[in-house]
């Protein structure tokens, strides 16, 4: 079992920026890719950016340039760097850790971080 906690939302003015953190806790020696995902109302969730345990990063077209994924130094912690923020960038984002535990691949959420961008 992984325990996810988010924190660093908020409300930002457009082309403000915010950080957000994800520390993970219980078995974080299974987690193979910890990421982030947003959803806003209305839509379906939808991948953000993702890193895994050998540090590849992947990003979202509509965030690529404007968005980076990084890990602390225990590797059991993410951050969300969000620069040059967008009203389309509104959403409740949601923390994620995939892990394999044994043979059994298991899918972790954090409880999600309200980020408001007003225009």
């Known amino acids: 079992q992984v325990q996810l906690k988010e924190s660093g939302g908020g409300l930002v003015l457009t082309g403000g920026s915010l950080r957000l953190s994800c520390a993970a806790s219980g078995n974080i020696f299974s987690i193979i890719t910890m990421g982030w995902y947003r959803q806003a109302p209305g839509k379906q969730r939808e991948p953000v950016a993702t890193?895994?345990?050998?540090?590849?990063?992947d990003y979202a077209d509509s965030v690529k340039g404007r968005f980076t994924i990084s890990r602390g130094n225990a590797k059991s912690t993410v951050y969300l760097q969000m620069n040059s923020l967008k009203p389309e960038d509104t959403a409740v984002y949601y923390c994620?850790?995939?892990?394999?535990?044994?043979?059994?691949?298991?899918?972790?959420w954090g409880q999600g971080t309200q980020v408001t961008v007003s225009s």
């Open positions: 994620n850790a995939d892990t394999i535990e044994g043979l059994s691949p298991g899918r972790y």
């Open positions: 890193i895994t345990s050998g540090g590849s990063t």
